[in-house]
C-alpha cells in the first residue's frame, strides 16, 4: 500500500460521468507522486520537477500550489476544530488555499503542453537528473523515453506518459467547463 496522487477539479462529478474519461489514460503514476512528495523533504532547488522546469525553460512551481488543496482541511480539520477560534483559523487557510487554486487551469494547461513540447529536444534527461536519482525508488527509466508509453496508465509510467494521462485529464475537464484543477493525495 502506497500514496497515490489523483487529479481534481471543480468539475469532478461531471467528469467521472463523462464518457470520454477512463482511469488509465487520465491517471498519474506513483512515480509522479514520489516526485510531488519530495518537496516535504527536500529544498526547493534539490526538487526533480523543479529541476526539469529550469532545463525545459518551463516554471513547474504550479505543481507544488496545486498540492495546496483544502479537502483535507473541510473533511478532517474543520470537523474535529476544539473552539470557534480554531475553526476559523481554519476556515481562513482554507479560503487562502482556494485562492491559491482558483481560475489555475490555463496556467496548469500551458504548463503541462510546454513540457510535452519542450521534453523530446532532451533525450539526455536522465543524466541531467543523475545526481538526485535513487536508483532504488526513481529508476532513471521513469525518465527516458518520454515519447513512448510503457505503462497500462498508472502502473509503470514514464514521466511522458504521466504527463500524456495530465493533459487527456485537462482536456477532458476543459470540456466539462473546468476552472480550478488540484492533486488529492490517497
Known amino acids: 500500500m502506497g500514496l497515490d496522487v489523483l487529479l481534481a477539479c471543480d468539475k469532478r462529478k461531471e467528469i467521472y460521468e463523462d464518457p470520454n474519461y477512463t482511469f488509465n489514460t487520465s491517471s498519474l503514476s506513483r512515480s509522479f507522486c514520489h516526485l510531488l512528495t519530495e518537496s516535504w523533504n527536500l529544498p526547493k532547488e534539490e526538487l526533480k520537477l523543479i529541476r526539469i522546469g529550469k532545463i525545459c525553460g518551463v516554471d513547474t512551481s504550479i505543481f507544488f500550489q496545486m498540492m495546496e488543496s483544502p479537502e483535507e482541511d473541510y473533511e478532517y480539520r474543520l ?16 479560503r487562502e488555499k482556494e485562492e491559491i487554486l482558483a481560475n489555475n487551469f490555463a496556467r ?41 508509453n510503457p505503462g497500462d496508465g498508472y502502473i509503470g509510467n514514464n514521466f ?15 470540456s466539462n467547463g473546468a476552472t480550478s484543477v488540484w492533486f488529492s493525495l490517497g
Request: no cysteine; aromatic share 6%; net charge negative.
Open 160 to 174: 511522458g506518459q504521466d504527463l500524456r494521462n495530465f493533459k487527456n485529464y485537462l482536456e477532458i475537464a476543459s
Open 79 to 94: 470537523p474535529n476544530a476544539d473552539s470557534e477560534k480554531e475553526r476559523q483559523l481554519i476556515l481562513r487557510g482554507i
Open 108 to 148: 496548469v494547461q500551458q504548463t503541462i503542453l510546454s513540457l510535452l513540447e519542450k521534453l523530446p529536444a532532451i533525450p539526455d534527461l536522465p543524466d541531467l537528473l543523475k545526481e538526485s536519482l535513487d536508483e532504488q525508488s526513481d529508476l532513471p527509466s521513469y525518465f527516458a523515453d518520454v515519447g513512448s
